[in-house]
């Protein structure tokens, strides 16, 4: 009786035990993992020792590795590992007990060791047949038999709150005791069960299971759906169609051989639910269920309609590519058939800029898009010139970043990937400073680096801002620099003002124009006369085709009275070539009314001009020479390029630009050949090459009506001949 | 440990030097950009105190230079001391000749040359100053103003084609700049010296649509009525302004000289009221100067009117002389006391012409008699013009010759006292316009107009019947003093 009770108290003791040890910590602490290396170095001695000639002198060892392991047992934080290697010990320590005859102390051992490992089991192919017999009946007197099974089958069985198995299972050996049985599935309630077990004896338990909650199926033409749940992604339908519902698939209307498995979803409350059947490129199947029950509902096949749409892109010029969501479709103009409904980004590259745009398409919608190219920025961040702009710099780069994105009209605001543009930077050996004005750079450096840039990130020119040193950090200098170029333009925002971003966007959202609208007129301001005398009319210009003569008067023009020329001037500046413009001419006859068609004239960007950015004129120029090559006005605007790099002094690239403007222009009267001779002539000059200038500038001479300015402009060949000569 | 405190002592002593360089820098700049303020408000010795304070008090500031071009400014502009001013800007060029000023100085230095400029040679030391600007700064933004200066050059030479090269160039690589509508001016006027009226036309109206704010866009509009009218159709067209009153009373009466100034005040020289009144845009007659034998008016370059009195010049509101000539004794002088008409030309001298001595009389800028002008013959009923490039224009009343002569008394132009279908009877007034045409009133009923060259551009009678005296307006138009209508007619 003693010694049931002291195995009943052991078997208690254990099973308290047994629930402690299911708490052992996730990631056993260092000094832990040097108490169990320890035990398992110890446990390699133990070992050798026990398969020695003295076996028993592994007891000592093996009580070393049973105490220190013990220890941890007792504090919680034996790991798993532990438990096997205190198991080893349990079971060596009792053999090696047996084996001299200390029956007692070897079953202690093993008594310890089935507390430990209820399971355990020794193999008479590996251990003595007596010590196994020993062994076992050792466990008998301590260990019986639980089996659960459950309806339905399937569920987690728990003794003590530690999980056993799942049901049904035939018995299994668990140390005798008292436990509370817990059996639980999803979707039915969870029954528990007290249970005494004895040594020797088998308790069985048959545990029938109340559902709780409802089950849905469904089968979907095709598969792959996302099937939404209250709003959570629930499951996603897969694999064929079992023949059994192939008949029900196809009385709904689904192909039996497209459809897919039937796709569980249980554990679903009772009461109403939203479910969203989704899949690209299809339509959105919304409805709700009403699960009254807890049981298997029938399944729901649905049969996913296409959502297709078209995409029409158009760009000026054609031939950018084209990228839909990331991958490439061609180059426009282009049809995109086939394109799903929803979002999509759509962006169109040139080699001098792009068009991003979000778009969302409709089911069956045919959108046309036009895809203007507009050249990209990318911004290179914040520059501090003190430790004060140093500590708000991250901060003034984040407003900066929101106040420009999405709002500069004519180019694309990027903010650079700064990994991107250190490792640039970094292969040259220079920082971001050493791209402003004033650091002392070699331009070609700069030259090569932002051509650099502007290849990786796919961008046209950069901004970058300084914070200057000042006690009051409230402005920055926003520096542009077209790629390519090597002096950056200047402009200061005061960056917390909104009035300054938008003085900055106007600034930068000028577009410089390559044409303008043109009479060929040349009229002046007197005061002899009401309106203004027509001093000349340019051959062959509109003014000329419209039959205006020299000495005639113009007194109104679109029902406007003209006093002075600039009146004139001012209401051809609003209209575009190919407008009229209706005027009222006194002449030596009778007062008429005369139209003009108007044409135009290629304007040249002034030379200095303290209001215009030239960096961004220069974007935009490459935008038309690399956009419409072999064209006039690519020619045209390849000469405005090169006057730009007057601006900045870099006649290098200026003589580049001229000779190829000088091969692409026409010879004619105006802006021409000619005119491209005579710039030529000065950068030439500029470089020190007086020979070659004094050539281009007589070439220049030889071009007879060629003008500076526009096609009004003075005439280049008295110019050129005086410069020739010089 | 002394060295490491002798270093620490050291840094902190370097860095109290270079914290008082900065401190000595910001005072300069400071001092420099009031001074800049004082100018512009026209407080010009409060200005010079400043700058003057720079040069002596922070002598080693980078200021110095600006605040010596500012002092150089000043003895030039408002001193009119050529001296000291030449001597401010040689101090910045030979002790600060890489500072930002030194191309400043070097401009202001071809202004001074050209200013005095008389002889080839001296015209070529301006020009050389000039050109030192582009050649030793090509970055610099004086390069524009020194384009301008060589323009200017050239024009005094008389070498127009590259004037209107120099001036082109700034025009058209720096179209910005304060000089570019200055430059664009020069182009239209140099090409209408040329005989290219039209392209001059053009080039005026670009000042009008490139510099609509500048003060060239109205002188440019002048400019443009003048040539339309004279060769804007076939021919000159002048036609009689019927709406134009000018004077009232007696000062219409026995006027001996008008002249019309830029600012389009007609000063009237009335004998009978024995005054020169002005008359102002809006027809109102302004306070008179007092003169007695009235004889001329014209107008100093630098603007001031000039009454030629029988006994005296009044040159300016303040600055009345009478002028003596050395007679045959050593020692001796004599008044002259038959004034007929006095001019002061751009180099400072004035010319009277003496219808006692029947001579035209140079005298200096002290009023000491320097010779005859041009030569010593005998010339009665003289009356002289200047136009604006600095040529004399000498009418011989009995004569009936119209001469024109360089500053230096070399003839240049002539017009012959009759041709084809015209003659010079009894021609008693003279005026030039800015191209150098000139106007002749004849006592008979006409006016007549003449090229540089000496042909007859236009005859304008009608209304006319005894023209006494004329001037010409800035933008061209005529004006005529009829003794017999004691009227002022005008014809635009």
Redesign the interface.
Known sequence: MKGFLAVLMVTVLAGGARAQDASVPAVPSEAVQRELQAAQDLLMRATAEFDGPQQSRSIVILDEIVTRLEGLRRDGTLPPRGRDVLAEAYELRGRAYYNIGLQEKAADSFRSLIQLQPTYALSKDKVSPKVVDYFNSVKKALVGYLAVSSKPAGAKVTLNGEFLSLTDFFPLEVLAGDYTVAVAREGYRTETRTVSIAPKATETLDVPLTRTSASAFFVTEPAGVEIWMDGALATTTAGTLAPDLAGAARDKGLDPARASARSEIGGLSLGSHVVELRKKCHEVVRKTMDLSEAKDYDPDLVKMEESLSSLSLRSDPPGAKIFLDGEAMGVTPKELEGVCSGKHRVEVKHTYGKFVQHVVLERNESLTLDCPIRPSLAFLGVVAESAGGERVAAEVEETLVKNLSNKITSLNFVPAPRETVDRILEADRIARKALLPGAGTDPDLIRKVTDKMAAALEVQGFLLAVLPEERLQRTASLHLLAAGNTVSDRLDVAFNEAASYLRFLSVVDQKAAVYHPWTGI???????HEGV?I??VAAGSPGAQAGLQP?EVIDAADGHPIK???EL?ALVAAKKPKDRIALHVKGAAAARAVDVVLGQTPQEI?????ALVYNKVMMDLRQEVDGHPGTEAAAFARLNLAVCAMHF?DFAAAHEHLLKARAELPQRPGISQGTALYYLGLALE?LGYKKEAADAYRAAAAAKDAT?FDNDG?AVA??AV??AG? | MRRVLALAASLVLGGGLVRAQSTADEQARGLLEDGRAYRRDGKLKQALDNFNTIVTGFPNTEYVDDALLEIGRYQMEVEGNADKAREAFELVTKRYPQSDGAPGAYYYLGLLTLDRARSAAELDDALAQFTRVQRLYPRSEWVARALYGASLTHRKAGRLPEAVEAARRVALEYPSSEAAPAAQFQIGQALALLGEPRPAMEEFQRIRSRFPASEWAPKALDRITALYRLYGGGKPVFALDPAFNAGAGDVLKDVRAILMTPARTLWIASDKVKSVVPVGPDGKMGASLSGADLQSLSLTPAGDLVVAARLAVRIGPRDVRSYSVPTDKPGVTEPLEKIESAVVTPGGLTLIADDKRKRVCRFDGKGVFQGPFPDTRERQGVRLAIDGEGDVTVLEREQRTVQVYDEAGKPLRSVAPRGAGWELKKPVDVAVDAFRNIYVADEEGFVYLFSPQGQLMATISGELRKPRALTVDPAGALLVYDEKHEKVLRYR
């Open positions: 040349i009229t002046v301001d007197t005061l002899l005398p001093l000349r000495g002075q020329t600039a001037l002034p030379l200095n001009d303290p002094g500029r500076l003075p008295p110019l005086r410069r010089s």
